[in-house]
């Protein structure tokens, strides 16, 4: 074992989340931070996704505060012109070894270590361990653990299916279809979330016909149409958006009619209109993305798959036929993870959990704002009560509660109020150069109309 070093904060994770933190930390303190990972090189699950993916939402929200992503371009063409851009994966891993390399590295006050493990010793050391020399270095925290992998769920790209596949049986991740040798006869797409979604999306944009497509959706899902979470000139309608919300919400009968008034304004969308979702997990799609995935009618509802063996595809509540020129795409995967809630900020530790819905990377680099500048850890969970990913409608109405008593908790600091106003990843930073819009005007008046009623109704609805 080498000479120990010392740092004041070891940062287990150096993908999004931990990213963001880190970013937080350095432009809000003097400290240290040793960020160690088992990927070979900073981005989190962006280093294995499937090659097709991209953001879901606008790359301006997306990333560290203090390094823009992308171009700010409005996509001409296909099925995001008018959209502003959203990064590839390509693009995501480049960024994020950029701002490791020419924003993070050269303060000096960072150390990397990709391709290793972290581990804590019986009499409580921190221990790194190269994957790839089996060498050992001991760290002495001075201040926290940053746990950023607490609620890291599953990908498909990584995880074996949550089925089991006879021999013989093609059945790939989504990732391996672009890298495909042999044309299938057919289809079969399994999984109901954003992986199966960008999957049916990316074979019909690529000439795939809808009728060599079946897909096994076990459940129906809402999405937030991305029309309305747009930045610069979008911005207005952005927070027109929040209006139509805290309207819905604050009008609303019951979790079911409170979606219903969104759909009707068309800020929630689903594939099939016919069935009630029983999913809500915040992912955006378009009109255009829509109106493609309506085109595949071979739809299973059977429940989960349970097994694909040679000539059937069993499910929950029966099966259906399969054949040797099928190709089963696995999309599912519990993407979102849900061990029990701890709290944020503890003596030794930080351990990243979701506060409120919104766009991924704000919540994290807020809560490195908040360790670095407010010193009492019971304010700081005060401030930062943690919450459970979202799954059901639900939920979303839960998340969006817990964005307003954050808010309102928030306030008497005056620190995190201007960060939270300067941030590029909050998205209503750039707001005030549309204060003298229509739409601005008329959706504050609506705020102040329906902001309390809104928060009144919704504790009703969820209880």
């Given at each position: ?55 879901h939402q606008p790359s301006a929200f997306y990333g560290v505060s203090s390094v823009p992503l992308g171009r700010d371009a409005v996509g001409q063409s296909g099925i995001n012109a008018g959209f502003h851009e959203m990064a590839s994966a390509d693009e995501l891993r ?370």
């Open positions: 074992m080498r000479e120990p070093i010392e740092t004041d904060y070891l940062v287990v994770g150096s993908g999004a989340a931990g990213m963001a933190f880190t970013d937080a930390l350095l432009s809000h303190s003097d400290a240290t931070v040793t960020l160690v990972d088992r990927r070979h090189a900073p981005g989190g699950h962006w280093i294995d996704a499937y090659p097709f993916v991209r953001l480049a960024y994020y070894a950029r701002v490791m390399d020419q924003h993070f590295l050269p303060t000096g006050r960072v150390r990397h270590f990709p391709c290793s493990d972290h581990s804590i010793g019986p009499d409580g050391q921190h221990v790194i361990t190269s994957r790839l020399t089996g060498a050992v270095q001991e760290v002495r925290v001075r201040r926290k653990l940053v746990d950023t992998g607490y609620l890291e769920g599953r990908i498909p790209a990584t995880s074996p299916p949550p089925f089991d596949v006879a021999e013989g049986v093609r059945c790939v991740p989504a990732g391996d279809i672009a890298r495909l040798t042999e044309r299938p006869e057919r289809y079969v797409v399994i999984g109901t979330g954003k992986t199966a979604l960008d999957t049916c999306i990316w074979l019909l944009s690529h000439g795939v016909l809808a009728s060599a497509i079946q897909w096994v959706r076990p459940r129906e899902g809402w999405w937030l149409n991305r029309r309305f979470y747009q930045p610069g000139e979008g911005l207005p309608n952005f927070f027109a958006g929040v209006g139509l919300q805290l309207k819905a919400m604050a009008q609303g009968t019951s979790v079911d009619d409170v979606f219903a008034r969104l759909e009707a304004e068309g800020l929630f969308l689903r594939v099939d209109t016919g069935v009630v979702p029983t999913m809500s997990r915040g992912a955006m799609i378009s009109e255009a993305e829509l109106d493609l995935l309506r085109q595949i009618e071979d739809v299973v509802r059977m429940g989960h798959v349970r097994r694909i063996e040679r000539d059937r595809i069993v499910f929950d509540g029966g099966s259906v036929p399969t054949g040797p020129g099928t190709l089963h795409v696995h999309c599912a995967a519990v993407g979102l993870a849900c061990p029990a809630l701890r709290p944020v900020f503890e003596p030794d530790r930080v351990t990243l959990q979701p506060l409120f819905w919104g766009f991924a990377c704000y919540p994290a680099a807020l809560l490195g704002v908040i360790e670095a500048t407010i010193a009492d850890t019971a304010e700081k969970n005060r401030v930062c009560p943690p919450i459970r990913y979202w799954d059901e409608p639900r939920d979303y109405l839960s998340t969006y509660l817990a964005r307003m008593a954050h808010d309102r908790a928030c306030a008497s600091h005056p620190t995190v109020v201007a960060w939270t106003k300067s941030s590029r990843l909050n998205p209503m930073s750039g707001l005030g150069a549309h204060r003298d819009h229509p739409l601005v005007a008329q959706t504050s008046a609506d705020l102040k109309q329906y902001g309390a009623a809104a928060a009144g109704n919704l504790v009703k609805l969820l209880q």
